[in-house]
């Protein structure tokens, strides 16, 4: 399975997310002064089995109870509809960094219903960045020869300015991303200056506002609902404050207002917490029903799928089918767990495979094997199948696939309670760190503007500094870095003076 590679060491995506969720179950503690163990964490609504479970085991890596895992528009449609006393049928619109989520829901006077979830996992407004990257790193390619996206430092400052583009053309009709000092050649140091208008930006993310389009007719088609019918349009995540996006929403849902009425960026939370809130009894009277967001079967003997739970249907549920063997006198089933609307097996996610042994033989056709799927509250997917004849029974938690069990969870939560302590030490240390890289990159980019007009004896002193703190950051020596950005600033104070 995946990893992440951090340093020399490499993380799964588990434990990764689960540093996350341990800092902020730190700070929470700091804020209430009591301890934190139970959580609600919040998903994209189109999150596979696999995801939710993995985002699960996070929390529990990290020291939390995870009580609920919830969508994120379902989340937002929590906080926005708690007060509404008359029925409403709303869409949901959950535009975020990495993620696009729709849900068609009915709410009021305390009940919510989620009716239909679509979206698309890879579209964010990362995506609308990484345009602006593209087409400043080209045109500065064109210009110079150089390719920014090369350069580590170069990129992280180039990605810092894009993302403030994209804020500044929400409101303004055109933007300049300037970075001086960017990178240096032999001809000296380069700087980027780019003026970037709104309507080339758009231009730019024309597919991408086409695939905001084709979600939002897949949500309309699936909850089978008029227009006439839509009372609110919510607005949730950052990138909604996109002009182009808003327009699509308008014109897609037929409506001139969009509900911009809760804080698109705390919205979910305020979800989160309002749940938080109905799980530990601190608020009556409301009901939540949340739906599938995949369609769930098995494969058949001929290479097709047989289809157990569709899509937005209603959860928890359960269900059960009949199979039988497709072959003489025998004694074992293959059961692929299946995820995905495809009507061919291989087009769909194979969650799972296993085998249910001990059938007794007989004439193909004649066992009777009832498979059963079970999917709970957090959208987490059990299969059993049993041999109606014998009892024999194999029960798998599909989201084992995803390459942790148990032992390995246990583990990793031994790891994590055991880092702890150590928590403000690492933030003091990634702190300085980069800080330490601030100045390093700062420095070495002085230093080659600067070193003709400099006495040699200096140049060399500070060179053999910055050549001694980029081996301290490497090796991560805490008070190496200390003490040699304490040396770097007796040098440049003087040179400071004198410049």
Known sequence: FVQIRVGKKRYTPQESSAMILGELKRLAELYLDEPVDRAVITVPAHFNDSQRQATKDAGEIAGLTVE?????????????????????????????????????MEIGDGFF????????????????????????ADDFRRKERI????????????????????????????????????????????????????????????????????????????????????????????????????????????????????????????????LGGILQGDLKMVSLMDVTSQQLGVETVKGGTSTLIAKNTPIPMTTTKIFSTPRNNQ?????????????????????????????????????????EFAIDANGILKVTATDKDTGASRKVKVSDSVGLDKNEIERMK?????????????????????????????????LEFNHKMMNPRAVDQLSKALKKLEKRIKNGEKFGIRNTLKKLDEIMTPLRKTG
């Open 147 to 274: 390719d920014l996206r090369h350069d580590p430092m170069a990129l992280q400052r180039l990605k810092e300015a894009a993302v403030q583009a994209k804020h500044e053309l929400s409101h303004r009709p055109e933007t300049m991303l300037m970075l001086p000092f960017i990178c240096v050649d032999g001809e000296g140091p380069k700087h980027v200056q780019y003026n970037l208008e709104r309507t080339r930006f758009d231009s730019l993310c024309t597919d991408l506002y086409d695939d905001v389009r084709e979600c939002c007719k897949a949500l309309l088609n699936e909850a089978c609902w008029a227009f006439k019918d839509i009372s609110d349009v919510v607005m949730v995540g950052g990138a909604t404050r996109i002009p182009m996006v808003q327009q699509v929403a308008r014109e897609l849902f037929e409506t001139e207002e969009l509900n911009k009425s809760i804080n698109p960026d705390e919205v979910v939370a305020l979800g989160a917490a309002t």
């Open 68 to 104: 609920r895992i919830i969508n994120e528009p379902t989340a937002a449609a929590l906080a926005y509809g708690l007060d509404q006393k008359e029925d409403k049928r709303i869409i949901v619109f959950d535009f975020g960094g990495g993620t696009f989520d729709l849900s068609a």
């Open 113 to 136: 219903r989620v009716v239909a979830v679509h979206g698309n996992t890879h579209l964010g407004g990362d995506d609308f960045d990484q345009r602006i990257i593209d087409v400043v």
């Open 331 to 371: 004694t074992s089933v293959p059961i692929n767990v299946l995820e995905g609307m495809a009507e061919r097996a291989k087009l769909n996610r194979s969650l799972a495979e296993f085998q249910l042994m001990g059938i007794p033989k007989a004439a193909r056709g004649v066992p009777q094997i009832a498979v």
């Open 414 to 446: 031994i790891v994590a309670a055991n880092h702890d302590n150590e928590a403000e030490i690492r933030v003091e240390m990634a702190d300085m760190r980069n800080h330490a890289e601030g100045v390093l990159h700062d420095l070495t980019k002085w």
